[in-house]
């Protein structure tokens, strides 16, 4: 792995993810959900892929957005309300549209692996998602047709410890990778906050998958620093005492000490800080002047004939603005 690179997209996910709270506070995006504290587990999983590997995210992805490349003024634009999933090219990042309903996209991801072994591709998809969503039925459906067909795909599961107010321990009895033996696949935990490890057990998966061998489930043992989003006060369900515990592992903090104990001098921080805020300013100026497309089009894209009842609705609309 090539650790500066790492250290220099897990800085830029921190300073995007700083930078995306303050734009909400100011009014220029509707909420937006912090992923400070999952940095590693983000960014090393998808540096551990082929560019062409699909990833599909949850709503707490930028930090693989930002390893992949992706647009990231597209990809705040679903958090303005201004586009469905994301205004970037899903396509050509092969990064599917952001996924809100917690768990669905499991799903999504088995049928896009199983579609991609029935066309013999040699690409795998990864999932992300929280350990609240593997309480979602939809994640024992995607596990167990991933298992039988063998389908190449990583279910990465980020354990932050939370799901909103939930904490880990009253969301499941048991350990989540351990959960893969029951249905025939390969399970695995790591930690969530080292990126190395993180690599490892995602370029192990990936290389499992393409060899036809079938899916992994990871689980990725991190912390999630900041609330769940924007419209959350985390200070009304756990300590700051458990905050500031968890705050000492920052795995930002850790992949620096890494590079300084490699010998790794303080003009690569300063020139990574640098480089992170050029671009944070740029997307920030990207998306203020973006305008709001028109309201009508949130009735487009599903429906190739809508039902009569969304007509009409969209033409109320339509005559409001
Ligand atoms: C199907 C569904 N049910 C409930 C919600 C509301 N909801 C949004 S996030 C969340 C918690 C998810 O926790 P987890 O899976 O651990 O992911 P994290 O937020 O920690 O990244 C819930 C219940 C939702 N978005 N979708
Ligand atoms: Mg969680």
Redesign the pocket.
């Known amino acids: 792995m090539d650790e500066r690179r790492c250290y220099r997209l897990m800085l830029l996910a921190r300073r995007l993810d700083e930078e995306a709270v303050r734009l909400q506070r100011q009014g220029e995006l509707v909420a937006f959900?912090p992923m400070q504290g999952q940095e590693a587990a983000e960014v090393a999983s998808v540096m551990a892929l082929r560019e062409t590997d699909q990833i599909f995210p949850?709503y707490?992805e930028h930090g693989a957005a930002v390893a992949r490349g992706v647009d990231l003024v597209g990809y705040l634009l679903a958090y303005r309300g201004a586009w469905n999933g994301g205004a970037y090219d899903f396509a050509g990042h092969h990064f599917a549209p952001i996924a809100?309903?917690?768990?669905s996209h499991l799903l999504h991801a088995v049928g896009w692996a199983m579609g991609r072994r029935l066309d013999s591709g040699d690409e795998v998809a990864i999932v992300f998602?929280?350990?609240?969503?593997t309480s979602?039925g939809d994640a024992s459906e995607a596990f167990n047709f991933a298992g039988v067909y063998r389908a190449p795909v990583i279910f990465f599961c980020?354990n932050?410890g939370?799901?909103?107010s939930v904490p880990a321990a009253r969301q499941t009895a048991g350990e989540i990778w351990r959960r893969a033996a029951g249905f025939g696949i390969e399970g695995a935990r790591v930690d969530g906050n080292d990126a190395r490890a993180v690599y490892e057990s995602v370029a192990e998966a990936a290389s499992r998958a393409r060899r036809g061998d079938g899916p992994t489930l990871i689980e990725a043992m991190t912390y999630?620093l900041g609330a769940?989003s924007t419209a959350d006060d985390d200070r009304r369900y756990r300590s700051s005492e458990e905050v500031a515990e968890r705050r000492a592992d920052d795995p930002l903090d850790r992949m620096r000490a890494t590079l300084e104990a490699e010998g790794v001098d303080a003009s690569f921080f300063e020139a990574a800080e640098l480089e992170a805020r050029e671009t944070i300013g740029r997307v920030r100026a990207g998306l203020t002047v973006t305008s709001d497309p028109p309201a009508v089009e949130m009735f487009d894209f599903v429906y190739a004939a809508p039902p009569p009842a969304l007509a009409r609705q969209r033409a109320e609309v339509g005559e409001l603005s």
């Open positions: 959900p949850s707490r809100s309903a917690v768990g998602f929280g350990e609240g969503a979602e980020q932050n939370w799901a909103i999630r769940h």
